[in-house]
């Protein structure tokens, strides 16, 4: 599904280098986290994978079933299936959230060559699926995040991610700013949406995350590079004895 | 008293797409109506003189007491200097090398009824969407719950073709006919009301416009009458080297209602075109007009080279107790817009709203805002102005609120936000605040902010391509104003804002 081969990224206006050449493979069906201390470049990973300006890609690439996704536009990234859950969910005064589902699910569709969503049709799921994740309907009318509490808008990034139906998701610190039921809330929707045709990346700090969301593979992201890749039990290492020693044998 | 005037200037900001500005300024190929009708026309004589002015008061025929004032408005206007006070630049205007009143030759013997009128101009509207037959609603409407009736008045240069649903209109007691023929028709409600709102005397492009208006509309919806149906004109300047100059008369009288839309375009041209109109409204006791417009005047091209001077005066008079007046206007038109719809609140417990997009893209200047003027007691205000910059577009908010003595509890809202879209346009914000009394409030909100990239990004991310990302943000900051608009006017309006800033970001 998502390779990613010896990526070498800088960010553009300081000439800083951030990724140095990073490699990562995950195959439909899996679940991959990633964990690293601050600053290993976890949150500059999802952004140029999602096509945010501001990095250079010196070298290496990051493919999407056999797609350069370096080489498209974030638009188009996301209409071939890669969706990332921001960290920060961007607010958009006077925009319905209603509205921006529907033109972005209408976007996706029609780029892809497929008849747009009906507004009845699009209703009902957005309802169902809204449902789901405790948004209600007046949530729904409210402007793209504006207002939102920090859990809404992790709920609202699930259920952007529900109504897409992306291949590939990328979860940025989700799990941030969350209570205990709020993330049980997101965990629960995130495992909804696994299925064998699907793969997630998911980027947290915690552990905590991963008992809601059980990953298949732990890789820990420390300058740039993933410097050691192991089952769920890694995780679980970093909760105990944090990364230092991990950091110590990599070197 | 107190006095306050303020600016507030922001012209840069940071971290703007260098593509995307590029996509603005490649973007001047997408004025949708600068085409051209090819038509015989007759012309008076370039240049402006008494003679030319006794010509168009011919044309008219008039009688002797508007010739008389469009005369004393012309001598006026000689002893009077340009205004040059609006944020606004542009080479002078050399007012002997245009013509002021040119007409399709076809329109030579007035047609008596629409389906007379040449097919070529005839075509003209239906090209721009506007429905000159009447069981049509304005184009582009799809899914409208129930089909409404829209009159249209057309006006084409300096004359106006025609008017639909007059016989409908009339059962009602409703007036709505050009302005030319009114003069004619309806001689003592002209005489009593034209010049009462704008006086001839008013300012120097009001007072051209009384030398030399050719047409317009005119509109009177008689005592406790709410007009059945929306009236609009639609505007279009097609020859070249020709100012339009319409002059709009709307009176409600007492108790009556009604909604009034404007829509104007013009082809796309090298040269400069002057455009100095003036819409006077008279509300009485306890009546209400709505009026709304779309200026979509060819804006020129991304030097700056042609596009229309429109300088507009536009006042409401709400003459009679408890009446209401709403403008609301969107701007994305012209080269140079200058141009305050204001509302005089004469009345006791009368009210006044203004409602207002304007986009300035490219090389565009806008100067624009409103007056409100309190005069009776309990008089209410608020003013809603949305300016959009983008490209080397400067864009000024000017607005005056004056509470008068005798305004005992009166109040107005003021919210004036700006939008800049790259990093050399300006937003200016100018508010004249006087308040000459105790008992009255004024509250005044402005923002400035910016289409950001985070915004561009996460709606791309989403799978928008850029030009849905910028229309979806920025219809979200016109939002307020644009629901304010007649349903038809809109949709227009919201393609209309998608279109002049197509391609441009944040």
């Known amino acids: 599904m998502l390779e990613i081969n010896n990526l070498h990224v800088k960010l553009e206006a300081e000439d800083k280098p951030i990724l140095k050449g990073l490699s990562l493979t995950v195959g439909a069906g899996s679940v991959h986290a990633i964990m690293g201390p601050n600053g290993s470049g976890k949150s500059t990973l999802s952004y140029v994978l999602a096509g945010r300006d501001g990095y250079a890609v010196t070298d290496g690439s990051a493919m999407l079933d056999g797609a350069d996704l370096l080489e498209m536009e974030p638009e188009d990234r996301a209409s071939a299936g890669l969706f990332l859950a921001f960290q920060y969910p961007v607010e958009i005064p006077g925009v319905g959230n209603m509205t921006f589902l529907r033109t972005a699910v209408n976007a996706q569709r029609k780029a892809r060559g497929q008849d747009e969503m009906s507004a009845g049709e699009f209703l009902k799921v957005v309802r169902e699926k809204a449902r789901a994740l405790k948004i209600d309907a007046e949530m729904l009318k409210r402007p793209v995040n504006v207002g939102f509490s920090g859990g809404e808008k992790k709920r609202n990034e699930i259920l952007q991610m529900a109504m897409l139906e992306p291949k590939m998701c990328i979860l940025d610190e989700t799990d941030s700013g969350l209570d205990v039921d709020a993330m049980k809330l997101v965990s629960d929707g995130v495992n909804a949406l696994r299925d064998a045709g699907r793969a997630f990346l998911v980027i947290t700090h915690y552990q905590r995350l991963l008992d809601h969301i059980r990953p298949d593979v732990v890789h820990i992201m420390a300058d740039g590079r993933i410097v050691k890749t192991g089952g769920p039990d890694l995780a679980l290492e970093v909760e105990r004895n944090g990364y230092a020693d991990i950091l110590a044998e990599a070197v | ?506």
């Open chain 2, 1 to 506: 008293m107190t006095a306050l005037e303020t600016e507030l200037r922001a012209d840069v900001r940071d971290g703007v797409d260098r593509e995307t500005i590029d996509t603005v300024q490649a973007m001047s190929g997408s004025y949708k109506h600068g085409w051209e009708t090819e038509i015989e026309m007759d012309y008076a004589p370039k240049g402006l003189s008494e003679d030319i002015v006794r010509l168009i008061s011919g044309k008219n025929n008039e009688p002797e007491w508007l010739l008389d004032w469009r005369l004393a408005a012309y001598r006026r206007w000689l002893k009077m200097t340009e205004p040059r006070w609006a944020m606004v630049h542009y080479p002078d205007i050399d007012y002997q090398d245009q013509y002021y009143y040119a007409k399709p030759r076809s329109m030579a013997v007035k047609p008596k009824s629409l389906d007379e009128v040449d097919p070529k101009l005839l075509a003209t509207y239906e090209k721009l969407g506007i429905p000159l037959k009447e069981q049509m609603l304005l184009a582009g409407v799809e899914g409208a719950a129930e089909p409404r009736k829209v009159a249209v008045d057309a006006v084409f240069d300096s004359v106006s073709l025609g008017t639909t649903f007059k016989a409908e209109l009339a059962k009602a007691g409703v007036i709505f006919c050009s302005i030319s023929e009114a003069v004619r028709e309806h001689p003592d409600l002209v005489q009593k009301y034209l010049g009462s709102v704008v006086p001839p005397t008013d300012n120097f492009f009001a007072t051209l416009n009384s030398a030399v208006f050719s047409d317009g509309s005119f509109v009177y919806i008689p005592p406790g009458v709410r007009c059945p149906m929306e009236l609009s004109t639609y505007f279009r300047i097609n020859a070249e080297n020709t100012g339009q100059f319409e002059r709009t008369l709307i009176v409600a009288d007492r108790a009556s209602y009604v909604s009034y839309l404007e829509g104007c375009t013009a082809p796309k041209r090298d040269t400069h075109q002057l455009h100095a109109a003036v819409v006077e409204i008279v509300i009485l006791d306890d009546a209400e007009v709505k009026y709304s417009t779309v200026q979509n005047w060819y804006p020129g091209d991304e030097e700056g080279r042609g596009g229309i001077y429109n300088f507009v005066t536009k006042r409401a008079d709400c003459r009679g107790d408890r009446a209401k007046v709403m403008w609301t206007q969107v701007e994305t038109g012209s080269a140079i817009t200058w141009k305050y719809p204001s509302c005089i609140l004469r009345g006791d417990d009368s009210q006044g709203e203004f409602y207002s997009i304007a986009i300035a893209n490219n090389a565009q200047q806008a100067d624009t805002g409103t007056k409100m003027v309190h005069l009776g007691k309990r008089t209410k205000s608020r003013i809603v102005s949305k300016g959009i910059s983008a490209g080397r577009a400067q864009n000024t908010y000017r607005g005056l609120v004056s509470m008068h003595p005798k305004a005992t509890d009166s109040r107005n809202y003021t919210q004036c936000d700006s939008l800049l879209i790259g990093d050399r346009c300006g937003a200016h914000t100018v508010p004249y605040i006087e308040v000459r009394n105790a008992s009255s409030r004024v509250e005044h909100e402005a923002t400035t902010s910016k289409v950001d990239d985070d915004q561009l990004f996460y709606c791309r991310s989403r799978g928008m391509d850029e030009e849905a990302a910028v229309a979806l943000v920025v219809n979200g900051f016109v939002k307020d104003v644009l629901q304010t608009l007649p349903m038809e006017f809109a949709m227009e309006a919201q393609s209309l804002v998608a279109i002049s800033l197509e391609g441009s970001v944040g």
